[in-house]
């Protein structure tokens, strides 16, 4: 196996390769996580859970042995709320578009002093390596990326008496507090 996909295999928990001479464009592919894959990216990720976990793709051969993956992930997850510390479950709908490039061409591109989004690329291209793409930390990378960081449910509030102790406290003036240390 290629180091490139070494490196996948060591940070995605989903690893669905796909060697590019296989493609059928015609057809429109699934995948589906096994449980086990399921709860790992409930580890790794922090989930209450992760439900229904659905990615449905095509691929298309571009010029220059380039390879276009359109597609949609689909689940239902549970996070925990940062306030509350109680589940909130939210459904994931995301188109996704990446393309793969052959190593080559990724090197050219390291070389440009441009970011990605400068040169009209939506963003940086996955490695075709060794003829074999990997769609599974795509998945994993897309269901990572489209969490909420801070979820937070919309009736949860933060009530801290330690801050309205300290407002009336820079209120009263710095002395107060010395002042009320005196009384018996």
């Not at 709320?81 to 995301?94: K, M, R």
């Not at 998945?139 to 949860?156: H, N, V």
Request: glycine share 6%.
């Amino acid at each position: 196996m290629n180091k490139d996909l070494d490196e996948h295999s060591e940070t995605s928990p989903l690893l669905r390769p796909l060697r590019v001479i296989d493609i059928d464009e015609a057809v429109e592919h699934k995948v589906e996580a096994t449980s086990d894959e399921i709860a790992e990216m409930v580890r790794l990720l922090g989930l209450v859970s992760l439900d229904g976990l659905k990615f449905e793709y095509r691929l298309r051969r571009g010029v220059d042995g380039r390879v276009n993956l359109l597609g949609k992930l689909q689940a239902h997850v549970a996070q925990t709320c940062v306030v509350s510390l109680e589940p909130i479950e939210t459904d994931i709908d995301i188109s996704v578009e990446v393309e793969f490039w052959p190593q080559p061409m990724l090197q050219e591109i390291q070389n440009e002093p441009q970011e990605p989004g400068e040169t009209g690329r939506l963003d940086w291209p996955e490695a075709i390596t060794d003829g074999t793409i990997d769609i599974g930390p795509v998945i994993y990378e897309t269901l990572g990326t489209a969490l909420d960081l801070y979820p937070k449910r919309a009736d949860a509030k933060l009530e801290w008496s330690q801050a309205a102790e300290d407002a009336e406290a820079i209120k009263a003036g710095p002395f107060a507090v010395l002042k009320q240390l005196k009384k018996p």
